[in-house]
Protein backbone atom coordinates (compact mmCIF):
# COMPACT_ATOMS: atom_id res chain seq x y z
CA UNK A 1 0.00 0.00 0.00
CA UNK A 2 1.78 3.51 -1.00
CA UNK A 3 0.91 6.24 1.26
CA UNK A 4 1.65 9.99 0.41
CA UNK A 5 4.65 12.09 2.66
CA UNK A 6 1.78 13.54 4.78
CA UNK A 7 0.20 10.82 5.85
CA UNK A 8 3.61 8.55 6.30
CA UNK A 9 4.58 11.24 8.40
CA UNK A 10 1.48 11.02 10.57
CA UNK A 11 2.04 7.51 10.67
CA UNK A 12 5.74 8.15 11.98
CA UNK A 13 4.20 10.29 14.44
CA UNK A 14 1.60 8.08 15.74
CA UNK A 15 4.33 5.53 16.22
CA UNK A 16 6.35 7.79 18.00
CA UNK A 17 3.63 8.96 20.08
CA UNK A 18 2.20 5.62 21.04
CA UNK A 19 5.71 3.56 21.77
CA UNK A 20 7.08 6.53 23.65
CA UNK A 21 9.67 7.10 21.50
CA UNK A 22 9.54 10.85 21.81
CA UNK A 23 7.53 13.73 19.55
CA UNK A 24 6.85 14.09 16.05
CA UNK A 25 9.75 13.47 13.39
CA UNK A 26 11.67 16.55 12.99
CA UNK A 27 10.32 17.18 10.11
CA UNK A 28 7.18 17.56 11.02
CA UNK A 29 8.83 21.33 12.16
CA UNK A 30 8.96 22.80 8.38
CA UNK A 31 5.27 21.90 8.40
CA UNK A 32 2.46 24.45 7.52
CA UNK A 33 -0.07 25.31 10.58
CA UNK A 34 -2.59 23.58 8.03
CA UNK A 35 -0.21 20.78 7.62
CA UNK A 36 0.65 19.92 11.08
CA UNK A 37 -3.57 20.24 11.97
CA UNK A 38 -3.85 17.70 9.44
CA UNK A 39 -1.31 15.19 10.56
CA UNK A 40 -2.81 15.88 13.88
CA UNK A 41 -5.87 14.74 12.39
CA UNK A 42 -4.80 11.78 10.28
CA UNK A 43 -3.31 10.33 13.67
CA UNK A 44 -6.27 10.68 15.48
CA UNK A 45 -8.51 9.02 12.61
CA UNK A 46 -6.12 5.93 12.26
CA UNK A 47 -6.85 5.72 16.73
CA UNK A 48 -10.16 5.80 16.28
CA UNK A 49 -10.28 3.10 13.39
CA UNK A 50 -7.44 0.99 14.93
CA UNK A 51 -7.37 1.66 19.08
CA UNK A 52 -5.93 -1.83 19.20
CA UNK A 53 -2.92 0.00 18.16
CA UNK A 54 -2.77 1.79 21.48
CA UNK A 55 -2.84 -1.52 23.43
CA UNK A 56 -0.41 -3.15 21.21
CA UNK A 57 1.75 -0.22 21.43
CA UNK A 58 1.87 -0.47 25.66
CA UNK A 59 2.83 -4.14 25.24
CA UNK A 60 5.56 -3.46 23.43
CA UNK A 61 6.71 -0.59 25.52
CA UNK A 62 6.45 -2.50 28.94
CA UNK A 63 8.36 -5.33 27.05
CA UNK A 64 11.29 -2.67 26.23
CA UNK A 65 10.98 -1.09 29.94
CA UNK A 66 11.41 -4.46 31.64
CA UNK A 67 14.77 -5.20 29.10
CA UNK A 68 16.12 -2.03 30.17
CA UNK A 69 15.50 -2.31 33.60
CA UNK A 70 16.90 -6.05 33.80
CA UNK A 71 20.30 -4.56 31.23
CA UNK A 72 20.40 -1.89 33.81
CA UNK A 73 20.14 -3.97 37.28
CA UNK A 74 22.93 -6.36 35.49
CA UNK A 75 25.15 -3.64 35.07
CA UNK A 76 24.93 -2.61 38.50
CA UNK A 77 25.28 -6.15 39.68
CA UNK A 78 28.53 -5.90 37.80
CA UNK A 79 29.48 -2.68 39.32
CA UNK A 80 28.80 -3.96 43.20
CA UNK A 81 30.47 -7.35 43.08
CA UNK A 82 32.85 -6.08 46.03
CA UNK A 83 30.26 -4.31 47.91
CA UNK A 84 27.66 -7.55 47.53
CA UNK A 85 30.05 -10.05 49.25
CA UNK A 86 31.73 -6.51 51.71
CA UNK A 87 32.53 -8.40 54.97
CA UNK A 88 31.72 -4.87 56.91
CA UNK A 89 28.46 -5.06 55.65
CA UNK A 90 27.27 -9.02 55.53
CA UNK A 91 27.62 -12.40 57.33
CA UNK A 92 29.07 -15.09 55.20
CA UNK A 93 28.06 -18.62 55.28
CA UNK A 94 28.05 -22.25 53.90
CA UNK A 95 32.14 -22.50 52.20
CA UNK A 96 33.51 -19.20 52.21
CA UNK A 97 35.06 -20.20 49.59
CA UNK A 98 32.57 -21.50 47.66
CA UNK A 99 32.50 -21.47 43.71
CA UNK A 100 29.09 -19.85 43.57
CA UNK A 101 27.77 -17.36 45.72
CA UNK A 102 23.86 -16.80 47.05
CA UNK A 103 23.41 -12.92 48.37
CA UNK A 104 19.99 -12.64 50.25
CA UNK A 105 18.90 -9.34 50.98
CA UNK A 106 16.37 -9.74 54.28
CA UNK A 107 14.28 -8.25 56.58
CA UNK A 108 13.90 -9.79 60.09
CA UNK A 109 9.67 -9.19 60.09
CA UNK A 110 9.30 -10.08 56.46
CA UNK A 111 7.05 -13.11 56.55
CA UNK A 112 8.35 -14.49 52.92
CA UNK A 113 11.79 -14.30 54.22
CA UNK A 114 11.27 -16.51 56.95
CA UNK A 115 9.54 -18.84 54.27
CA UNK A 116 13.01 -18.18 52.65
CA UNK A 117 15.12 -18.93 55.78
CA UNK A 118 14.35 -23.18 55.11
CA UNK A 119 15.03 -22.93 51.79
CA UNK A 120 18.73 -20.94 52.21
CA UNK A 121 19.45 -23.54 55.43
CA UNK A 122 18.70 -26.17 52.72
CA UNK A 123 20.90 -24.78 49.83
CA UNK A 124 23.70 -24.13 52.56
CA UNK A 125 23.78 -27.64 54.23
CA UNK A 126 22.90 -29.82 50.51
CA UNK A 127 25.83 -27.38 49.02
CA UNK A 128 29.57 -28.08 50.19
CA UNK A 129 30.61 -25.42 47.26
CA UNK A 130 27.85 -23.35 47.90
CA UNK A 131 28.70 -20.04 49.20
CA UNK A 132 26.28 -17.91 51.33
CA UNK A 133 26.05 -13.95 52.38
CA UNK A 134 23.34 -12.29 54.35
CA UNK A 135 22.72 -9.10 54.24
CA UNK A 136 20.39 -7.06 56.41
CA UNK A 137 18.09 -5.04 54.94
CA UNK A 138 15.63 -3.67 57.19
CA UNK A 139 13.09 -1.93 55.14
CA UNK A 140 10.26 -3.01 56.83
CA UNK A 141 9.89 -0.26 59.80
CA UNK A 142 11.50 1.00 62.95
CA UNK A 143 11.37 -2.49 64.63
CA UNK A 144 13.03 -3.86 61.77
CA UNK A 145 15.94 -1.84 62.28
CA UNK A 146 16.62 -2.15 65.36
CA UNK A 147 16.90 -5.87 64.67
CA UNK A 148 19.13 -5.29 62.49
CA UNK A 149 21.38 -2.92 64.51
CA UNK A 150 21.53 -5.84 67.34
CA UNK A 151 22.60 -8.57 64.47
CA UNK A 152 25.35 -6.83 63.14
CA UNK A 153 26.58 -6.10 66.71
CA UNK A 154 26.32 -9.01 67.40
CA UNK A 155 28.93 -10.23 64.40
CA UNK A 156 31.80 -9.29 66.72
CA UNK A 157 30.64 -11.66 69.59
CA UNK A 158 29.08 -14.66 67.88
CA UNK A 159 31.39 -16.21 65.38
CA UNK A 160 31.04 -18.86 62.51
CA UNK A 161 28.47 -21.44 63.23
CA UNK A 162 27.38 -19.48 66.48
CA UNK A 163 26.47 -16.94 64.67
CA UNK A 164 24.72 -19.00 61.78
CA UNK A 165 22.26 -20.41 65.17
CA UNK A 166 21.82 -16.88 66.17
CA UNK A 167 20.60 -15.91 62.49
CA UNK A 168 18.19 -18.83 62.11
CA UNK A 169 16.73 -18.43 65.67
CA UNK A 170 15.78 -14.42 64.98
CA UNK A 171 14.41 -15.59 61.51
CA UNK A 172 12.55 -18.43 62.99
CA UNK A 173 10.95 -16.63 65.98
CA UNK A 174 7.18 -15.73 65.44
CA UNK A 175 5.51 -12.42 65.91
CA UNK A 176 7.20 -8.75 65.32
CA UNK A 177 10.66 -8.83 66.30
CA UNK A 178 11.89 -5.68 67.33
CA UNK A 179 15.56 -4.97 69.08
CA UNK A 180 14.71 -6.00 73.20
CA UNK A 181 13.62 -9.43 71.57
CA UNK A 182 16.76 -9.45 69.24
CA UNK A 183 18.85 -8.51 72.46
CA UNK A 184 16.93 -11.68 74.03
CA UNK A 185 17.86 -14.35 71.50
CA UNK A 186 21.52 -12.82 71.30
CA UNK A 187 21.89 -13.33 74.90
CA UNK A 188 20.53 -16.84 74.74
CA UNK A 189 22.89 -17.38 72.30
CA UNK A 190 26.04 -16.24 74.52
CA UNK A 191 26.32 -12.72 73.69
CA UNK A 192 27.73 -10.23 76.39
CA UNK A 193 24.47 -7.95 76.05
CA UNK A 194 26.13 -4.75 77.85
CA UNK A 195 28.95 -4.54 75.22
CA UNK A 196 26.47 -5.05 72.59
CA UNK A 197 23.88 -2.52 73.17
CA UNK A 198 27.06 -0.49 73.37
CA UNK A 199 28.26 -1.91 69.38
CA UNK A 200 24.56 -1.29 68.86
CA UNK A 201 25.51 2.25 68.58
CA UNK A 202 28.44 2.71 67.18
CA UNK A 203 28.96 4.36 63.96
CA UNK A 204 30.29 0.96 62.32
CA UNK A 205 27.10 -0.49 63.12
CA UNK A 206 24.25 2.29 61.73
CA UNK A 207 27.12 2.90 58.76
CA UNK A 208 26.96 -1.15 58.00
CA UNK A 209 23.08 -0.99 57.77
CA UNK A 210 23.23 2.77 55.49
CA UNK A 211 25.32 1.24 53.21
CA UNK A 212 23.37 -1.79 52.37
CA UNK A 213 19.77 0.46 52.20
CA UNK A 214 21.83 2.00 49.54
CA UNK A 215 23.29 -0.77 48.05
CA UNK A 216 20.09 -1.82 47.04
CA UNK A 217 18.72 1.22 46.39
CA UNK A 218 21.11 1.42 43.24
CA UNK A 219 20.44 -2.36 42.45
CA UNK A 220 16.94 -1.58 42.11
CA UNK A 221 15.57 -3.78 44.91
CA UNK A 222 12.05 -2.79 45.40
CA UNK A 223 11.19 -5.86 48.34
CA UNK A 224 12.38 -9.08 50.71
CA UNK A 225 13.28 -11.26 50.47
CA UNK A 226 16.11 -10.29 46.92
CA UNK A 227 18.53 -13.35 46.24
CA UNK A 228 21.48 -12.05 43.95
CA UNK A 229 22.70 -15.48 42.04
CA UNK A 230 25.54 -14.50 39.32
CA UNK A 231 24.26 -11.63 36.90
CA UNK A 232 20.51 -12.07 38.33
CA UNK A 233 18.14 -10.54 40.74
CA UNK A 234 15.44 -13.44 42.29
CA UNK A 235 12.98 -11.83 44.21
CA UNK A 236 10.11 -13.38 47.12
CA UNK A 237 10.25 -16.86 48.72
CA UNK A 238 10.77 -18.80 45.20
CA UNK A 239 11.59 -21.94 46.65
CA UNK A 240 15.18 -24.32 47.05
CA UNK A 241 14.41 -26.07 43.43
CA UNK A 242 14.41 -22.67 42.07
CA UNK A 243 17.33 -21.55 43.20
CA UNK A 244 19.68 -24.44 43.17
CA UNK A 245 18.49 -23.96 39.69
CA UNK A 246 19.94 -20.80 39.05
CA UNK A 247 23.28 -21.76 40.73
CA UNK A 248 23.38 -24.89 38.70
CA UNK A 249 23.26 -22.15 36.00
CA UNK A 250 26.12 -20.25 37.40
CA UNK A 251 27.99 -23.52 37.65
CA UNK A 252 27.47 -24.50 33.70
CA UNK A 253 27.68 -21.26 31.69
CA UNK A 254 29.03 -19.04 34.24
CA UNK A 255 25.20 -17.02 34.05
CA UNK A 256 21.66 -17.49 36.31
CA UNK A 257 20.45 -18.67 33.14
CA UNK A 258 22.08 -20.33 30.72
CA UNK A 259 21.15 -19.84 26.52
CA UNK A 260 20.24 -22.95 24.23
Not at 102 to 128: H, Q, S, W
Not at 142 to 164: C, F, H, M, N
Not at 185 to 193: P, S, V
Amino acid sequence: MLFSPLRRLALAGLAAATLGLGAMPAKAEALSPDQRKAVIELVRETLLKNPELIQEAMVELERRNQVAQVEAQRNALSAEKASLVDPATSVIAGNPQGDVTIVEFMDYNCGFCKRAMEDVRTLAKDDPKLKVVIKDFPILGPDSVEASRVAIAAKTQLQGQKYWDFHLKLMGTKGRINGAKALEIAKEAGADIERLKKEMESPATRAAIEQTVALGDRLGLTGTPAFIIGDEVVFGAVGAPALKQKIDSVRKCGKATCSG
